[in-house]
């Protein structure tokens, strides 16, 4: 880490692997209790504020503002009569579950919760552990997490779960690469891969110092490395398959998708894995774009407030701000058709990333190069010169024009399902049509059909 200078409370790569063995199972213990409220309190909170958000209460009946009801569903959940499909692969459908919650809980062990800090008389960083590629250790966690989604509905030995699983598959490997893109734009600007370094380089101007060059402040890296962080969020909301990118488990299409066939226990270890997913997801986040354990201005302006114990309080309002767009998010979007789904994983997101990726290089290698100002003005005004000359002269493609309701129901080819009337009027059922034959036998005349819809409306039409 010779890149960067660190302040006292700032922990270093240094500072882990000395702490006693009660205190490394005190840590784990904890990031493990952290995960499991996260959950209890997750799902109480969605329900809440999407109760909010659709003007009804909530829950509001066991215990005080319903905090109690998650609990009880667990337990009901755990009760329940867990039952194994006859076609199903025994040995991988009961361990499914159980790898998605590993790993959505490992990703914790290198997230920073705050600086260096006295528990027992020891001095400790607020964290697991931490490596020199802990970011790289993220990235791995996400990425593994999908192989739970994948053999659960594999080893369910139905079509649903199948459909699920292999969905889970195709959008982990679009989002992923953007995910990794934009994380490689975080530690080009930190100039390190470590999770503790990039919330220390997120600090003071005084304390980042890259290559031997004086850099002035960056700041958090979500005002910094706007692009990357937008792209980063929509990516981690796939990743774990929220609404609007909820498709592995779309209830209108799969009736409940990967978990279609899973109960009791192992239906809750999935619902586990995906609110600790999107838990963990939104404290990578705060690590590598939200300055971390850091408070946010003006709270910067008391000298404690970076200290001690503070800090896990400012880190954990960043999470629970971050869960709640996941949450707003839920409750204002549609779902996404798939093919428009993996459409914006690919041709919007990955080239966005790549061409920001570019810049951000060449804007790194100015700064390091000795140019003069006007050459570096020059070289910036051509960059946006031809990046507006190549956005006017894009060959844009010709729109067909848009076709009549009559013209698309003509172009249908020979065999296709059914269509519904055009008029959108129900036809008449059997029973009506006897009713009616029953009504009209006097009014019928001789070589003419009865009406079919008389006396059920002004509007009579005869089938």
Do not use: H
Not at 119 to 136: H, K, N, W, Y
Not at 415 to 435: H, I, T
């Amino acid at each position: 880490m010779s890149g960067l200078t660190y302040l006292a409370q700032d922990p270093t790569l240094q500072d882990f692997g000395r702490d006693p063995w009660w205190l490394v199972l005190i840590k784990i213990v904890g990031a493990f209790v952290f995960a499991v409220l996260a959950t209890l309190l997750g799902v109480w909170f969605e329900r809440r504020v999407v109760a909010r958000m659709a003007q009804r209460p909530g829950l509001n009946q066991i215990g005080p503002f319903g905090l109690l009801q998650t609990l009880a569903d667990g337990l009901k959940m755990a009760f329940k009569e867990d039952i194994l499909p006859k076609a199903a692969d025994k040995v991988v459908y009961f361990f499914a579950p159980t790898i998605s919650v590993i790993s959505a809980v490992t990703a914790l062990s290198v997230v920073p919760f705050g600086p260096m800090v006295s528990i027992f008389g020891e001095r400790t960083p607020l964290q697991v552990t931490d490596v020199s590629v802990a970011v790289l250790v993220l990235l791995a966690c996400s990425s593994m997490g999908v192989y739970g989604i994948v053999l659960g509905g594999w080893a369910s030995g139905s079509t649903y779960p199948l459909l699920g699983g292999l969905r889970s598959t195709a959008q982990m490997i679009s989002y992923e690469v953007a995910m990794g893109l934009s994380i490689v734009a975080v530690f080009m600007t930190a100039g390190t891969m470590s999770t503790s370094g990039i919330v220390a380089a997120q600090g003071d101007g005084t304390r980042l110092n890259i290559a031997g060059v004086d850099l002035p402040a960056p700041g958090w890296y979500a005002i910094l490395l706007l692009p990357s962080f937008v792209i980063f969020f929509i990516s981690t909301v796939g990743e774990t398959n929220r609404a609007p990118f909820d498709l592995p488990e779309a209830e209108s299409e799969l009736v409940a998708g990967f978990m279609t066939e899973y109960s009791s226990l192992k239906f809750a270890l999935f619902m586990l894995s995906e609110y600790v997913a999107m838990v963990t997801m939104s404290a990578v986040t705060v690590t590598l774009f939200l300055g971390g354990w850091r408070a946010p201005y003006p709270i910067t302006l008391w000298e404690g407030a970076n200290s001690g114990w503070w800090p896990l309080l400012w880190f954990m309002g960043k999470v629970i701000a971050l869960v709640f767009v996941f949450i707003w998010l839920r409750g204002t979007l549609p779902r996404l058709r798939y093919d428009q789904f993996m459409r914006l994983g690919w041709k919007v997101l990955l080239p966005i990333n790549l061409v920001w990726i570019l810049v951000l290089a060449g804007i790194r290698t100015l700064q390091k190069e000795d140019l003069g100002t006007t050459t570096k003005a020059l070289i910036a005004a051509g960059t946006v010169l031809t990046v507006l000359l190549v956005s006017l002269l894009w060959p844009s493609r010709p729109q067909p024009p848009k076709r009549t309701l009559q013209e698309q129901v003509n172009r249908r080819p020979t065999g296709s399902f059914p269509l519904p009337p055009m008029d959108l009027q129900v036809p008449p059922s059997p029973r009506m049509k006897r009713a009616v034959a029953e009504r009209e036998p006097a009014n019928a005349v001789e070589g003419e059909p009865a009406s079919v819809g008389a006396g059920t409306g002004s509007d009579e039409k005869e089938v």
